[in-house]
C-alpha cells in the first residue's frame, strides 16, 4: 500500500490538488467521512487515492477553506479525472449542501453493484464497501488486516481533533479497497454484457439522491419480477381444464 498523507492547511491542499491534477492518471478514488448529529451528515473529511497508491486525507474541519482555496473542488469537478466511489447519494447531497459543488465524471460502484443484480434478474440491493471489496477487489493480507482494525463509527465521531492514527488509517481504508482493481473487475463485467448507457442512469440518480434511487429501483424491481418466468407455462386452455378439475375434497376421519 501507498503512503497516507494528511492534508490539514490550505498550502498542503493547493500542493496535493497539483500532484493529482498533473499526473498522467485518468481516475481517482474518493471516500468521504461525514458528521451525522442534529444536522444531515456534513462532511468532515474527503479521502482521495491515485492509481499509483497515494492517499491524501483532505481534512475539511480543521484545514480551513480547503473546498476552494485549497483548490479541492478542482479534483471533484474535473472532467478529465474519472471518480470512482461506493454510494455516492450521501456524499453528493453533502457537497453541494455546504459548499454548493457537484461531482462531475463519476463511477459510482454501488450503483454499478445494482445494474448487475437486475442484469442477473435479482432484486437490487445495498452493498458494503467491503462486500464489494471482498467480491471484487484483488485481496491483499495487509489491506485485509487493516478492515480488520478499522475504525467503523457514525455520530460526531469523525468530528474528533486531532486524528489519531487509527482513524487516519480507517479513512484510507474505505478508499484503498476501492484501489484494490474493484473498478477495472466490474467495469469489465458491465463492458462486456453492453450495459453502460445502462449504467449511466443509474450513476445519474445516485449522484442526485436517495429519491432518484428509490425511484429507479422500485423500476428495476419491477422489471426484475416481470422477467421471472414461472416454472411451468399454461395454455390459456389447459389453464382452464386444470380450473374445471379441481375442487374440494371432503374428508373422512375414522
Same mark, same amino acid.
Given at each position: 500500500?501507498?503512503r ?8 498542503k ?9 498533473? /499526473?498522467?492518471?485518468?481516475?481517482v ?8 448529529h ?9 479521502t ?22 485549497g ?5 471533484l ?12 447519494r ?5 457537497l ?8 462531475r ?32 477487489g ?15 463509527a ?7 481533533r486531532?486524528? /489519531? ?10 478508499v ?8 477495472e ?14 449504467l ?10 436517495t ?18 418466468r ?6 390459456d ?7 374445471n378439475?379441481?375442487h ?7
Amino acid at each position: 500500500m501507498g503512503r497516507i498523507h494528511l492534508v490539514d492547511s490550505t498550502s498542503k491542499s493547493k500542493a496535493a490538488v497539483q500532484k493529482i491534477l498533473l /499526473s498522467d492518471h485518468d481516475r481517482v478514488f474518493i471516500a468521504v467521512k461525514q458528521v451525522f448529529h442534529e444536522q444531515p451528515g456534513d462532511l468532515a473529511l474527503i479521502t482521495v487515492g491515485t492509481v499509483d497508491g497515494q492517499v491524501y486525507l483532505f481534512d475539511l474541519k480543521h484545514g480551513g477553506d480547503i473546498m476552494f482555496e485549497g483548490l479541492l473542488w478542482r479534483v471533484l469537478q474535473s472532467q478529465q479525472l474519472l471518480k470512482i466511489i461506493h454510494d455516492c447519494r450521501h456524499a453528493s447531497a453533502a457537497l453541494h449542501r455546504q459548499f454548493g459543488v457537484s461531482m462531475r465524471d463519476v463511477f459510482d460502484t454501488q450503483a454499478a453493484y445494482c445494474l448487475l443484480m437486475v442484469d442477473q434478474r435479482l432484486t437490487p440491493r445495498h452493498i458494503s464497501t467491503t462486500d464489494l471489496y471482498y467480491k471484487y477487489g484483488d485481496h491483499d493480507e495487509a489491506l485485509v488486516q487493516c478492515i480488520q482494525e478499522r475504525v467503523d463509527a457514525a455520530g460526531i465521531f469523525w468530528c474528533q481533533r486531532p486524528l /489519531s492514527k487509527g482513524m487516519i488509517r480507517s479513512a484510507a481504508c474505505d478508499v484503498q479497497m476501492l484501489m484494490s482493481h474493484v473498478y477495472e473487475n466490474m467495469n469489465r463485467e458491465i463492458t462486456a454484457l453492453a450495459l453502460e448507457r445502462d449504467l449511466a442512469e443509474y450513476i445519474k440518480a445516485y449522484n442526485h439522491g436517495t429519491k432518484q434511487v428509490s425511484k429507479l429501483q422500485k423500476m428495476a424491481t419491477l422489471k426484475v419480477q416481470r422477467s421471472r418466468r414461472p416454472v411451468l407455462a399454461l395454455t390459456d386452455r389447459q389453464t382452464e381444464l386444470l380450473r374445471n378439475t379441481i375442487h374440494p375434497v371432503d374428508l373422512v376421519i375414522t
